[in-house]
C-alpha cells in the first residue's frame, strides 16, 4: 500500500509565479489535511478536506490561497501570485474513513521556495 | 485555545543514554496525542499515539509515552539512545471523538553524541 504522495517534492517559483502542489492520499483514505511548515517551526495547520468538501479551512490565509479534492485525482493546493514568506515546506497528510481509526499518515512534503 | 509546549528546542545525549522529551498540552478535555519524527528533509512518521485506557503508550523504534492527565504531559521516553534516532521530535494534540486539525508543538531538536 502505497503511502501518501506528494509532488513536485521541490518547487522553485519567481515572486507573482502560481504554485500548485499535489498530494494522493493512500488508498482508502478519504480526509486530506494540508500543513504549512516553516523554517525553524513547527506545522501548522491549513485546510482539511473531504472528497469535494472543504471542512475546516480555518488556518488558511484569506488571500492567495486555495485548496481542493476532487472526486477523481489528487488534492490540490494552489498558491496565487506567491511572495517570498510563501517559502516553506507544505505537507499533506491523509486518514481514512470514521470509524476506521483516527491517524494521519503524512507524505514526504513539497519544499517551495520563492525567488 | 488548544496549544502545545514542547519546552526544549535543543537537546543533546549521548549515544546509550537514557531521554526523555517533554509535551505539556492546553485542551478542555482529554485530547488524542501523538508524537512524531522529522528526519532532516523528510516527512513526519508517527511514533505513537494515546487515544484513551492505558496511560503508558509503546510505539516504534523503543519509544514510550506517559499520558498524565492531572500534569496535562505527555511526555516520550526512550531508555537507550541509538544515533540514528537523531532527529526533530513533534508533539501533537487533536480534539478527541472526531476528525480534526492537528495542533503541533515548536518541535525538538535531538543531537545524538557518539
Known amino acids: 500500500n502505497a503511502g501518501v504522495m506528494q509532488n513536485p517534492r521541490h518547487l522553485v517559483r519567481r515572486r507573482g509565479q502560481e504554485a500548485r502542489l499535489r498530494c494522493s492520499p493512500m488508498?482508502?483514505?478519504?480526509?486530506v489535511y494540508w500543513y504549512r511548515q516553516l523554517p525553524e517551526e513547527g506545522l501548522k495547520f491549513m485546510v482539511y478536506l473531504q472528497k469535494e468538501n472543504i471542512i475546516d479551512e480555518s488556518g488558511m490565509p484569506k488571500e492567495r490561497f486555495s485548496a481542493e479534492f476532487p472526486k477523481e485525482g489528487p488534492s490540490i493546493l494552489r498558491i496565487q501570485q506567491v511572495v517570498r514568506g510563501d517559502s516553506a515546506a507544505y505537507f499533506c497528510?491523509?486518514?481514512?474513513?470514521?470509524?476506521?481509526?483516527?491517524?494521519?499518515?503524512f507524505g514526504p512534503g513539497t519544499r517551495l521556495t520563492v525567488t | 485555545a488548544q496549544s502545545v509546549t514542547q519546552p526544549d528546542i535543543h537537546i543533546t545525549v549521548s549515544e546509550g543514554a537514557s531521554l526523555e522529551l517533554r509535551c505539556n498540552y492546553s485542551?478542555?478535555?482529554?485530547?488524542?496525542l501523538f508524537w512524531y519524527v522529522q528526519s532532516p528533509g523528510q516527512g513526519l512518521q508517527l511514533l505513537l499515539k494515546?487515544?484513551?485506557?492505558?496511560?503508558l503508550v509503546q510505539g516504534i523504534k523503543g519509544f514510550e509515552a506517559e499520558f498524565k492527565r492531572s500534569q496535562s504531559s505527555f511526555n516520550l521516553r526512550k531508555p537507550s539512545v541509538h544515533w540514528s534516532d537523531a532527529a526533530e521530535y513533534f508533539c501533537a494534540v487533536a480534539p478527541s471523538g472526531g476528525y480534526n486539525k492537528l495542533i503541533f508543538g515548536a518541535g525538538t531538536r535531538l543531537a545524538v553524541h557518539p
Open positions: 485542551y478542555g478535555a482529554t485530547p488524542y
Open positions: 497528510a491523509s486518514s481514512p474513513p470514521k470509524g476506521v481509526s483516527y491517524e494521519q499518515y
Open positions: 494515546y487515544f484513551s485506557g492505558d496511560t
Open positions: 488508498k482508502g483514505h478519504s480526509h
